[in-house]
């Protein structure tokens, strides 16, 4: 057996890859050894001008119709979270059809907004913003508060709950912000290693298997060929013919989901659902979620469309928690982004500044009404391993799309019809590429210390497990455990134990830190991570990092790279 101790790339090769290689030139066969790599094979990707990486596998993708189809591609993929939070919490709070399209409209509209502003000025990696399920909880709490009220309509009581949303997001915007602009964040980020982040970037993915092949069995017919023709198509078809490899490759899920959805439209018009159960009815029928006929067929979402906000300091509080919440999930999401867009891991500074943009996404978010704040999208991030285009000019195109078809609502509403079923499915796949990313990390810590294997284990474990004891306990009890009797501490505590990455983070941190830490700094792949981390550490991160040239005489120096 051979072992593998690894050094900072830079180094001189572990003296098992040497013994490894003398082995080799002797005739002895033996293991293969696989030496560790900072960036991914294959990974196309860019950055703008000078901030391009001038490598053999770089392309720079400018406004071609590639380009425009691969954005699109992102725009499809985003569309699913957005319908998933609008079905669930529109309905609650007493809004119909229009209302509910509405929502949709002005979730995609910020998305498009959030998203064009952190490629710029926040994370400068391609990565989406989208509405988060973090924020359920707390919302979910403001709907039920509004629910025992008394209205004149269930419009009014639309209108109310939403605005009392709107405020809670526009006050909890400034925590995020100061933790962002302050660096907190990013001094606490600086107690990460690659211990931390391998199981908070794997249940980044692994903690949203919810939404993934169990939305697909409510439609078996339609979510499960879905996956087989999306795994079929886009990694063997495109093998048959070498003109086909670079298409399939790239635009595979763009040709699943438009064969899948003509497919349930075909089911849907031929009566195959006229005599099914309600339930079968709303996840496989393309045209029950009455999006096409109740959206409008321009409308420009605008501030405060709902009307005034409303404060309450419970509804603010109970918030907090899952403002942190998507801050985790955020800089794990950015982890993953950064080895599939062929970035170094993104430096405390930059992960500060992107929190600190975080809060002013979501402080935009409650001033036009969203129905919840703003995080990274995942299944964007797995979008970029699965095309192996890591490029945040492509990403920018998407965000006028978003945009598009956010204030031409009818267009938008016939891509945001696609049944959910199907966009299950795409996220098996693109949730199960950022799990994998994670585990791509280890290749940088001491495999064999057992050290680590406790902490990456346990974390992982705890990070699957206590959230699901929580939903369990929920769909039992009608509550979750922490019922206090102070709703806003009860939703902080639920927001932070119902997220998998929070979970993660909290006992991995917790454990690196002090168990063997000071003795374990090369078992914990901190030569090689801490160059990443110290903002001229790399001479790399400022080529990924840095703001576009015009922004260099607006803003102070310690957040220029």
Same mark, same amino acid.
Request: aromatic share 12%; proline share 5%; with cysteine.
């Given at each position: 057996?051979?072992? $593998?101790?690894?050094?900072?790339?830079?180094?001189?090769?572990?003296?098992?890859?040497?013994?490894?290689?003398?082995?080799?030139?002797?005739?002895?066969?033996?293991?293969?050894?696989?030496?560790?790599?900072?960036?991914?094979?294959?990974?196309?990707?860019?950055?703008?001008?000078?901030?391009?990486?001038?490598?053999?596998?770089?392309?720079?993708?400018?406004?071609?119709?590639?380009?425009?189809?691969?954005?699109?591609?992102?725009?499809?993929?985003?569309?699913?979270?957005?319908?998933?939070? %609008? %079905?669930?919490?529109?309905?609650?709070?007493?809004?119909?059809?229009?209302?509910?399209?509405?929502?949709?409209?002005?979730?995609?509209?910020?998305?498009?907004?959030? %998203?064009?502003?952190?490629?710029?000025?926040?994370?400068?990696?391609?990565?989406?913003?989208?509405?988060? =399920?973090?924020?359920? *909880?707390? &919302?979910?709490? *403001?709907?039920?508060?509004?629910?025992?009220?008394?209205?004149?309509?269930?419009?009014?009581?639309?209108?109310?709950?939403?605005?009392?949303?709107?405020?809670?997001?526009?006050?909890?915007?400034?925590?995020?912000?100061?933790?962002?602009?302050?660096?907190?964040?990013?001094?606490?980020? #600086?107690? =990460?290693?690659?211990?931390?982040? *391998?199981? +908070?970037?794997?249940?980044?993915?692994?903690?949203?298997?919810?939404?993934?092949?169990?939305? $697909?069995?409510?439609? +078996?017919?339609?979510?499960?060929?879905?996956?087989?023709?999306?795994?079929?198509?886009?990694?063997?078809?495109?093998?048959?013919?070498?003109? !086909?490899?670079?298409?399939?490759?790239?635009?595979?899920?763009?040709?699943?989901?438009?064969?899948?959805?003509?497919?349930?439209?075909?089911?849907?018009?031929?009566?195959?659902?006229?005599?099914?159960?309600?339930?079968?009815?709303?996840?496989?029928?393309?045209?029950?979620?009455?999006? &096409?006929?109740?959206?409008?067929?321009? #409308? =420009?979402?605008?501030?405060?469309?709902?009307?005034?906000?409303?404060?309450?300091?419970?509804?603010?509080?109970?918030?907090?928690?899952?403002?942190? +919440?998507?801050?985790?999930?955020?800089?794990?999401?950015?982890?993953?982004?950064?080895?599939?867009?062929?970035?170094?891991?993104?430096?405390?500074?930059?992960?500060? #500044?992107?929190?600190?943009?975080?809060?002013?996404?979501?402080?935009?978010?409650?001033?036009?009404?969203?129905?919840?704040?703003?995080?990274?999208?995942?299944?964007?991030?797995?979008?970029?391993?699965?095309?192996?285009?890591?490029? @945040?000019?492509?990403?920018?195109?998407?965000?006028?799309?978003?945009?598009?078809?956010?204030?031409?609502?009818?267009?938008?509403?016939?891509?945001?019809?696609?049944?959910?079923?199907?966009?299950?499915?795409?996220?098996? $796949?693109?949730?199960?590429?950022?799990?994998?990313?994670?585990?791509?990390?280890?290749?940088?810590?001491?495999?064999?210390?057992? @050290?680590?294997?406790?902490?990456?284990?346990?974390?992982?474990?705890?990070?699957?497990?206590?959230?699901?004891?929580?939903?369990?306990?929920?769909?039992?009890?009608?509550?979750?455990?922490?019922?206090?009797?102070?709703?806003?501490?009860?939703?902080?505590?639920?927001?932070?134990? %119902?997220?998998?990455?929070?979970?993660?983070?909290?006992?991995?941190?917790?454990?690196?830190?002090?168990?063997?830490?000071?003795?374990?700094?090369?078992?914990?792949?901190?030569?090689?991570?801490?160059?990443?981390? @110290?903002?001229?550490?790399?001479?790399?991160?400022?080529? =990924?990092?840095?703001?576009?040239?015009?922004?260099?005489?607006?803003?102070? !120096?310690?957040?220029?790279?």
């Amino acid at each position: 057996m051979v072992e $593998v101790n690894v050094e900072h790339a830079s180094g001189a090769p572990p003296a098992s890859v040497a013994a490894a290689a003398a082995a080799a030139a002797a005739g002895v066969t033996g293991g293969v050894v696989f030496n560790p790599s900072d960036q991914l094979h294959d990974i196309q990707f860019c950055t703008k001008g000078t901030f391009m990486l001038h490598t053999s596998n770089s392309v720079y993708y400018k406004f071609t119709a590639e380009a425009i189809i691969l954005a699109f591609q992102h725009y499809i993929v985003m569309l699913g979270t957005a319908v998933m939070i %609008t %079905t669930l919490t529109v309905p609650l709070m007493g809004g119909d059809h229009g209302d509910n399209a509405r929502v949709i409209q002005t979730l995609v509209f910020m998305s498009g907004i959030n %998203t064009f502003l952190q490629t710029l000025v926040g994370s400068r990696l391609p990565t989406v913003m989208g509405g988060s =399920f973090a924020f359920m *909880i707390p &919302v979910v709490s *403001i709907i039920h508060d509004f629910s025992l009220r008394s209205f004149t309509s269930e419009h009014q009581r639309f209108l109310h709950t939403i605005r009392a949303i709107q405020g809670s997001l526009i006050v909890t915007s400034f925590l995020n912000i100061i933790l962002g602009y302050s660096r907190a964040w990013g001094t606490y980020t #600086r107690h =990460f290693s690659p211990v931390v982040i *391998i199981p +908070v970037v794997c249940v980044v993915g692994l903690g949203l298997f919810e939404r993934g092949f169990p939305q $697909v069995g409510k439609c +078996v017919e339609i979510g499960l060929p879905t996956l087989i023709v999306l795994v079929g198509v886009q990694q063997h078809l495109k093998h048959v013919h070498p003109r !086909a490899y670079p298409v399939l490759d790239k635009f595979a899920l763009l040709f699943c989901v438009v064969l899948v959805w003509s497919f349930a439209a075909l089911l849907t018009v031929s009566g195959a659902y006229n005599k099914a159960p309600a339930k079968t009815k709303q996840h496989c029928r393309v045209d029950r979620s009455y999006l &096409v006929s109740s959206a409008p067929w321009i #409308r =420009f979402p605008y501030p405060f469309q709902w009307g005034p906000p409303i404060f309450n300091a419970g509804h603010v509080f109970g918030m907090i928690g899952a403002a942190l +919440v998507s801050n985790v999930e955020s800089s794990g999401a950015f982890y993953a982004a950064s080895r599939l867009s062929g970035a170094t891991p993104p430096p405390a500074n930059v992960l500060s #500044r992107s929190i600190g943009l975080q809060g002013v996404n979501m402080l935009l978010d409650g001033i036009f009404g969203s129905p919840v704040g703003s995080t990274v999208s995942v299944e964007n991030v797995g979008l970029l391993g699965l095309t192996k285009v890591g490029s @945040r000019r492509v990403v920018q195109i998407s965000t006028a799309f978003m945009v598009f078809f956010s204030i031409f609502g009818k267009f938008g509403a016939l891509f945001a019809s696609i049944p959910l079923p199907i966009f299950a499915a795409i996220y098996c $796949v693109l949730f199960g590429f950022v799990a994998a990313v994670g585990v791509s990390y280890m290749q940088f810590t001491n495999n064999n210390s057992m @050290r680590n294997l406790y902490i990456i284990g346990l974390s992982m474990f705890l990070a699957i497990s206590i959230p699901q004891y929580f939903n369990e306990f929920y769909a039992s009890a009608g509550h979750s455990p922490v019922k206090t009797g102070a709703g806003w501490f009860d939703d902080i505590l639920n927001s932070v134990f %119902t997220s998998s990455p929070t979970v993660a983070l909290i006992v991995g941190t917790l454990l690196d830190n002090t168990l063997e830490a000071v003795s374990s700094v090369r078992d914990r792949g901190l030569s090689w991570w801490l160059p990443f981390q @110290r903002e001229k550490g790399d001479v790399r991160n400022e080529e =990924f990092y840095r703001f576009p040239v015009n922004f260099h005489d607006f803003i102070p !120096a310690r957040y220029l790279y």
